[in-house]
């Protein structure tokens, strides 16, 4: 049953889309049996390009304050997945609550530190640096009202180098990411697997 049916995942990003190229990869070479339905950004994105050169429906939604509402409306029914690659709007309590444990984010950071409004992309890397951390990384988590608090789903550690500086430790952390991404995926595909199969 599940394999007539592939999982379906929207990935919404703000930027470059690396991940997104992860799971583009990984999907194509079988790695995730699962199916991208579309990208969407919320400010222009190179990683739309990377969508369209996929062949990945992908378009940019307005910023403004119907952007989760909007979101509901182009994904409801359609996916059973979404995926925060990167992206930088804060979903609204009520998109939340509709979509309870179909919403994971991808943080540059081992939550629950330096997580929360304000701190995405270079802004974390530049903190830990500043407060002198021995360690950082990225974790995958469930998306809740409380802006990265929800339950962590993936997490991996690594050491910062003598002279880190916030580009380095960006470099570093986007290459754990990638497959710290997708096996997250993995992971959920086999829960959800699990409980229909049980
Ligand atoms: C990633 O490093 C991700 O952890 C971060 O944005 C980057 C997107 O890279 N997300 C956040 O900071 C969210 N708070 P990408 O566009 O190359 O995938």
């Known amino acids: 049953m599940r394999d007539e049916q592939p999982f379906r995942l929207a990935v919404l990003i703000s930027g470059r889309g690396s991940n997104l190229q992860a799971l583009i990869d990984a999907v194509r070479s079988g790695q995730l049996r699962a199916r991208i339905e579309c990208a969407i950004a ?15 429906p992908s378009f940019q939604l307005k910023r403004d304050e119907q952007i989760s509402e909007n979101i509901h409306r182009w994904l409801a029914g359609r996916v059973d997945l979404i995926v925060l690659a990167g992206f930088l709007s804060i979903l609204s309590a009520e998109f939340c609550k509709k979509w309870v444990g179909k919403v994971i984010n991808l943080h540059p950071a081992l939550l629950p530190q330096y997580g929360g409004k304000g701190f995405y992309g270079k802004r974390v890397h530049r903190a830990v640096i500043e407060n002198g951390e021995k360690e950082s990384g990225a974790t995958v988590h469930y998306v809740t009202a409380g802006v990265d608090k929800g339950e962590i789903i993936a997490q991996q550690r690594l050491r910062l180098s003598p002279g880190e500086s916030p580009d380095s430790l960006q470099q570093k952390i986007q290459r754990i990411e990638h497959p710290l991404l997708v096996g997250a995926i993995q992971k959920l ?10």
């Open 42 to 56: 919320d400010r222009k994105a190179y990683g739309l390009q990377r969508a369209a050169a996929a062949g990945i």
């Open 189 to 198: 595909m086999a829960e959800r697997g699990a409980r229909i199969v049980g």
